[in-house]
């Protein structure tokens, strides 16, 4: 047998023998698995096969070209073991492999499959154990883009600490490749030192292809210097950075990108790009501000209180933070519970009116400046479940004509973070990885010149696919209208029919609102810390709540695809001189469980418009129209499944709860029980209106 033959063999027969990892110790079930290391030369070696497929990748074995390959679903390893070297499906050209053949094993060293195979081995004396590498998957998604850019270059990393106009200077990362330059550059600012494991990845992954990579921190955190205010000082550090970046000779093109506060900083320099800039790439932020703070006069606590005390104090617990929530007078939290004032918090909550001329000052101001102005293109991510999706739409819709033809806004059915938040429906099409698309946007654009995408790409919830849309909310082509009745109705709990005809004669149900008792949000789109709330999630039974008032419609006899903002009528009255109503939509199934599509709120305040200053003219016992819209959404009901609506008072804590008395939420000290009166049939046919969309459409 010849050596080729020979090695041949022993490759087979490691590859085939399973090479199972070594047995778990009995007394330890749940210890990680320990592998053998063997050492020759001074080199250090571990078993290929055992250590891949325990972390969940596929090995193979080509008899024919004696190729070992190690794979998951977006990379490749092919090893060539008689000549000591892989290719690596992200790498350019060949590299090193040390390779050992020993006991039917394959074994290799440990630092290979730390480079390659996003896997950290821990050596310890003759035997080792292996992890995933926490980064892969922000690795992957750069080595899945869609250009096949690959690795080919040496990079550096080194920090430089940038002044500003006042002389405080920030801390910068810098990744760039090694060689002459000038290179495409991307950038990106934040106050999260959390996020550097994040960024020390995707910048090692952007240089190595020939992209420099610059993070840096927001003044205060991170290493720069300075005090941190949240929001205050990112229009001026941004435009001072983005000014310094602009004068490397290093730097051919900028494009700035980030994920929420990320995208805050991102957007608020939009009006002030220096000539390098090219293009922008914003993830989940609303640059109208309030529209993420307040609703029609109650407070999103779960955005803004709870963000508060986790990033500008030292006093966040999740309890304490619910406490918080309910203090009254909100205005006050911060220096009665949380140790002292918070600056700028104030401010935040107690200008609950779309039109305050807060919100066209200071830091907010100028990012509402910032849009129009802005003349690169721009990639666009919101969330159906996200708490900033009301104003990431508004970003799309503030462009100018010119700059929006050039550009691309993607919507799916994501929480903040990204997370499928209608996985209930089913969909394996949801995904749609930011990471590779910010690098596809900034590659396509300042490498070759090309806006890769543009318009709006909206995913149908239950469809699981994607529409391509010129605008959004999208226009829908026809509607599906409920009424409200007080005719009983089977469902999973108490509640009466929803009837797609209008009852002839008046009815009405009544129940108690106390907001020192409120409803408990259980599935939203205006939350942020509440991770398990987030999105579409299983419902209580229908009316679980005495101040919770049910309909249910029959079956749909075909599948029915909503489109737009959904939009509750409701006639109402009550005893006090100002309360909330809300609402929440679901999709009941066939075995009677009902998960949430889309909530409403409005107060009698705001029943007017709620983008209209607060109007306290109610008179109780007066009944008036409640016209709540719903934030929009693309979402198919299945048929054979029913629409449910809850109607109550309050979501908390998605929202503050509203007190029932008169004026600023954030200023008031106490509570009122409210008697409150739903209208039903004949002069008051309370109902609910769906916007469809044919399905051939």
Same mark, same amino acid.
């Given at each position: 047998? +010849?050596?080729?033959?020979?090695?041949?063999?022993?490759?087979?027969?490691?590859?085939?023998?399973? $090479?199972?990892?070594?047995?778990?110790?009995?007394?330890?079930?749940?210890?990680?698995?320990?592998?053998?290391?063997?050492?020759?030369? /001074?080199?250090?070696?571990?078993?290929?096969?055992?250590?891949?497929?325990?972390?969940?990748?596929? &090995?193979?074995?080509?008899?024919?070209?004696?190729?070992?390959?190690?794979?998951?679903?977006?990379?490749?390893?092919?090893?060539?073991?008689?000549?000591?070297?892989?290719?690596?499906?992200?790498?350019?050209?060949?590299?090193?492999?040390?390779?050992?053949?020993?006991?039917?094993?394959?074994?290799?060293?440990?630092?290979?499959?730390?480079?390659?195979?996003?896997?950290?081995?821990?050596?310890?004396?003759?035997?080792?154990?292996?992890?995933?590498?926490?980064?892969?998957?922000?690795?992957?998604?750069?080595?899945?883009?869609?250009?096949?850019?690959?690795?080919?270059?040496?990079?550096?990393?080194?920090? &430089?600490?940038?002044?500003?106009?006042?002389?405080?200077?920030?801390?910068?990362?810098?990744?760039?490749?090694?060689?002459?330059?000038?290179?495409?550059?991307?950038?990106?600012?934040?106050?999260?030192?959390?996020?550097?494991?994040?960024?020390?990845?995707?910048?090692?992954?952007?240089?190595?292809?020939?992209?420099?990579?610059?993070?840096? =921190?927001?003044?205060?955190?991170?290493?720069?210097?300075?005090?941190?205010?949240?929001?205050?000082?990112?229009?001026?550090?941004? !435009?001072?950075?983005?000014?310094?970046?602009?004068?490397?000779?290093?730097?051919?093109?900028?494009?700035?990108?980030?994920?929420?506060?990320?995208?805050?900083?991102?957007?608020?320099?939009?009006?002030?790009?220096?000539?390098?800039?090219?293009?922008?790439?914003?993830?989940?932020?609303?640059?109208?501000?309030?529209?993420?703070?307040?609703?029609?006069?109650?407070?999103?606590?779960?955005?803004?209180?709870?963000?508060?005390?986790? +990033?500008?104090?030292?006093?966040?617990?999740?309890?304490?933070?619910?406490?918080?929530?309910?203090?009254?007078?909100?205005?006050?939290?911060?220096?009665?519970?949380?140790?002292?004032?918070?600056?700028?918090?104030?401010?935040?909550?107690?200008?609950?009116?779309?039109?305050?001329?807060?919100?066209?000052?200071?830091?907010?101001?100028?990012?509402?400046?910032?849009?129009?102005?802005?003349?690169?293109?721009?990639?666009?991510?919101?969330?159906?479940?996200?708490?900033?999706?009301?104003?990431? !739409?508004?970003?799309?819709?503030?462009?100018?004509?010119?700059?929006?033809?050039?550009?691309?806004?993607?919507?799916?059915?994501?929480?903040?973070?990204?997370?499928?938040?209608?996985?209930?429906?089913?969909?394996?099409?949801?995904?749609?990885?930011?990471?590779?698309?910010?690098?596809?946007?900034?590659?396509?654009? $300042?490498?070759?010149?090309?806006?890769?995408?543009?318009?709006?790409?909206?995913? &149908?919830?239950?469809?699981?696919?994607?529409?391509?849309?010129?605008?959004?909310?999208?226009?829908?082509?026809?509607?599906?209208?409920?009424?409200?009745?007080?005719?009983?109705?089977?469902?999973?709990?108490?509640?009466?029919?929803?009837?797609?005809?209008?009852?002839?004669?008046?009815?009405?149900?009544?129940?108690?609102?106390?907001?020192?008792?409120?409803?408990?949000?259980?599935?939203?789109?205006?939350?942020?810390?509440?991770?398990?709330?987030?999105?579409?999630?299983?419902?209580?039974?229908?009316?679980?709540?005495?101040?919770?008032?049910?309909?249910?419609?029959?079956?749909?006899?075909?599948?029915?695809?909503?489109? /737009? +903002?959904?939009?509750?009528?409701?006639?109402?009255?009550?005893?006090?001189?100002?309360?909330?109503?809300?609402?929440?939509?679901?999709?009941?199934?066939?075995?009677?469980?009902?998960?949430?599509?889309?909530?409403?709120?409005?107060?009698?305040?705001?029943?007017?418009?709620? =983008?209209?200053?607060? &109007?306290?003219?109610?008179?109780?016992?007066?009944?008036?129209?409640?016209?709540?819209?719903?934030?929009?959404?693309?979402?198919?009901?299945?048929?054979?499944?029913?629409?449910?609506?809850? !109607?109550?008072?309050?979501?908390?804590?998605?929202?503050? +709860?509203?007190?029932?008395?008169?004026?600023?939420?954030?200023?008031?000290?106490?509570?009122?029980?409210?008697?409150?009166?739903?209208?039903? /049939?004949?002069?008051?046919?309370?109902?609910?209106?769906?916007?469809?969309?044919?399905?051939?459409?």
């Amino acid at each position: 047998m +010849n050596k080729k033959q020979l090695l041949s063999a022993l490759l087979a027969g490691a590859l085939s023998l399973s $090479m199972a990892a070594p047995a778990l110790a009995a007394e330890a079930e749940t210890a990680a698995p320990s592998y053998p290391v063997l050492t020759q030369d /001074g080199a250090q070696y571990v078993p290929l096969r055992a250590i891949a497929e325990d972390l969940g990748l596929s &090995v193979a074995w080509d008899q024919a070209t004696l190729t070992a390959t190690v794979s998951n679903d977006v990379w490749s390893i092919q090893l060539q073991p008689m000549a000591g070297t892989a290719g690596v499906s992200y790498v350019e050209g060949a590299v090193e492999a040390p390779i050992l053949l020993q006991d039917d094993r394959i074994y290799i060293d440990p630092d290979f499959l730390a480079q390659y195979a996003d896997t950290v081995v821990t050596v310890d004396g003759e035997s080792a154990t292996a992890a995933a590498d926490a980064m892969a998957g922000t690795r992957n998604a750069i080595r899945a883009n869609d250009y096949g850019v690959k690795q080919s270059y040496e990079y550096e990393r080194y920090e &430089v600490m940038v002044p500003m106009d006042d002389g405080v200077k920030l801390r910068t990362i810098v990744y760039k490749p090694v060689g002459e330059g000038p290179w495409p550059t991307a950038f990106t600012r934040g106050p999260y030192p959390q996020q550097e494991a994040t960024k020390d990845a995707l910048g090692e992954e952007y240089a190595s292809r020939g992209f420099a990579y610059v993070y840096q =921190y927001c003044r205060g955190k991170g290493g720069s210097e300075g005090e941190y205010v949240a929001n205050v000082d990112e229009r001026a550090d941004g !435009i001072a950075s983005l000014n310094w970046l602009n004068e490397q000779d290093w730097v051919e093109s900028i494009g700035m990108h980030g994920h929420s506060y990320l995208a805050l900083t991102t957007w608020i320099v939009g009006d002030a790009l220096p000539e390098k800039v090219k293009a922008l790439h914003a993830q989940c932020y609303g640059v109208l501000r309030n529209l993420s703070v307040s609703h029609s006069g109650l407070v999103a606590a779960d955005n803004i209180i709870a963000w508060t005390m986790q +990033n500008c104090t030292d006093a966040y617990d999740y309890d304490y933070y619910l406490e918080s929530a309910q203090y009254l007078p909100g205005i006050k939290a911060d220096d009665d519970l949380w140790g002292g004032n918070v600056e700028g918090y104030d401010d935040w909550i107690n200008h609950p009116d779309f039109t305050d001329p807060y919100w066209d000052e200071g830091c907010w101001g100028d990012l509402k400046r910032a849009i129009p102005e802005i003349d690169v293109p721009v990639a666009i991510f919101g969330g159906y479940y996200d708490h900033h999706y009301e104003g990431t !739409i508004e970003a799309w819709n503030m462009l100018s004509e010119e700059t929006r033809a050039q550009s691309h806004m993607v919507l799916g059915p994501w929480n903040h973070s990204f997370g499928f938040a209608t996985s209930w429906k089913g969909g394996e099409n949801y995904t749609y990885n930011v990471d590779t698309d910010t690098f596809n946007w900034f590659y396509s654009i $300042m490498v070759n010149d090309t806006v890769p995408a543009t318009g709006v790409d909206a995913y &149908v919830v239950g469809d699981d696919e994607w529409v391509h849309l010129d605008s959004f909310p999208m226009e829908s082509d026809g509607e599906l209208t409920y009424y409200l009745t007080s005719e009983a109705t089977e469902s999973d709990g108490t509640a009466s029919a929803l009837s797609t005809e209008k009852p002839a004669e008046q009815d009405t149900f009544t129940y108690v609102y106390d907001p020192t008792d409120p409803k408990f949000t259980e599935g939203g789109e205006c939350l942020l810390t509440s991770g398990e709330l987030r999105g579409s999630n299983e419902l209580s039974p229908a009316g679980y709540r005495d101040d919770v008032i049910s309909f249910v419609s029959e079956p749909l006899t075909e599948d029915t695809t909503l489109a /737009g +903002n959904l939009v509750a009528n409701l006639f109402v009255s009550t005893d006090v001189e100002d309360t909330a109503f809300t609402y929440t939509i679901s999709e009941v199934d066939a075995n009677g469980v009902a998960h949430n599509i889309r909530n409403g709120l409005l107060t009698l305040a705001y029943r007017n418009d709620r =983008y209209a200053p607060a &109007v306290y003219d109610y008179v109780p016992g007066e009944i008036v129209e409640m016209e709540i819209e719903s934030l929009p959404i693309v979402w198919t009901v299945s048929a054979g499944n029913r629409i449910r609506i809850d !109607i109550s008072s309050s979501d908390f804590p998605e929202f503050t +709860n509203h007190t029932n008395t008169v004026g600023n939420w954030a200023e008031q000290t106490e509570t009122k029980i409210a008697n409150q009166t739903i209208y039903v /049939g004949g002069e008051y046919a309370s109902s609910i209106t769906l916007p469809t969309l044919s399905t051939n459409d």
